[in-house]
């Protein structure tokens, strides 16, 4: 079964960067485009960007463009996410999640999502 | 502010049907196909609807999607406890060079 896992809750400086990674298996990981999607406590869900694991081409959300590096690990399954210059308001839930384009579904449909991971930021 | 714009709650009673609405423009919904997504407490979101009204294998038939022009709606019929959860549409939107763009969420109370 399709399965991504998150790496661990992670606690952070203003200013400080963080870096989050998405492990994938149960599928063919290089057939597949993976979104990254953050929601705030007590919000909903904004995207902040999506990558083509073969190509390693990112496009990010315009609010996070200089601040965000996605990157792919075709060896390994595993998708990053780097966000940079963290404040306050980057205290959130991120979640990685697969576009199920390549099974038949939308372009922009995410179809298995990872757990979750929380990130604080904090002085 | 959302760019897509869903009402902040509904709700209903068990075995009622209940709609929620989602707003968008010609560069999002207009264009673009709509998908939607239950989150139950505390949880990842999934995949409830995409395609603007296809369901994922093993969603219930008890939930339906539509869309006409620039407006989109999700339906839940025989409404049950279990569907007590948090609704979000979204939509690729052609502007600003690509990007994904989500509904606000819709909180659903079964009374």
């Not at chain 2, 979000?88 to 690509?98: E, F, K, M, Q, T």
Request: glycine fraction near 12%; charge should be neutral.
């Amino acid at each position: 079964q399709v399965q991504l896992v998150q790496s661990g809750a992670e606690v952070k400086k203003p200013g400080a960067s963080v870096r989050i990674s998405c492990t994938a298996s149960g599928y063919v990981f290089n057939n597949f485009f993976m979104h990254w999607v953050r929601q705030s406590p007590g919000k909903g869900l904004e995207w902040m960007g999506i990558i083509n694991p073969i190509s390693g081409s990112p496009t990010y959300a315009q609010k996070f463009q200089g601040r965000v590096t996605m990157t792919a690990d075709t060896s390994t399954s595993t998708v990053s996410m780097e966000l940079s210059s963290l404040s306050s308001d980057d205290t959130a839930i991120y979640f990685c999640a697969r576009d199920g384009a390549a099974r038949g579904y939308s372009y922009g449909s995410l179809d298995s999502w990872g757990q979750g991971t929380l990130v604080t930021v904090s002085s | 502010q959302s760019v897509l714009t869903q009402p902040p709650s509904a709700s209903g009673t068990p075995g009622q049907r209940v709609t929620i609405s989602c707003s968008g423009s010609k560069s999002n919904i207009g264009t673009n196909t709509v998908n939607w997504y239950q989150q139950l407490p505390g949880t990842a979101p999934k995949l409830l609807i995409y395609s603007d009204n296809r369901r994922p294998s093993g969603v219930p038939d008890r939930f339906s999607g539509s869309k006409s022009g620039t407006s989109a709606s999700l339906a839940i019929s025989g409404l049950q406890s279990e569907d007590e959860a948090d609704y979000y549409c979204a939509a690729w939107d052609d502007s600003l060079n690509g990007r994904g763009v989500f509904g606000g969420g819709t909180k659903l109370t079964v009374l």
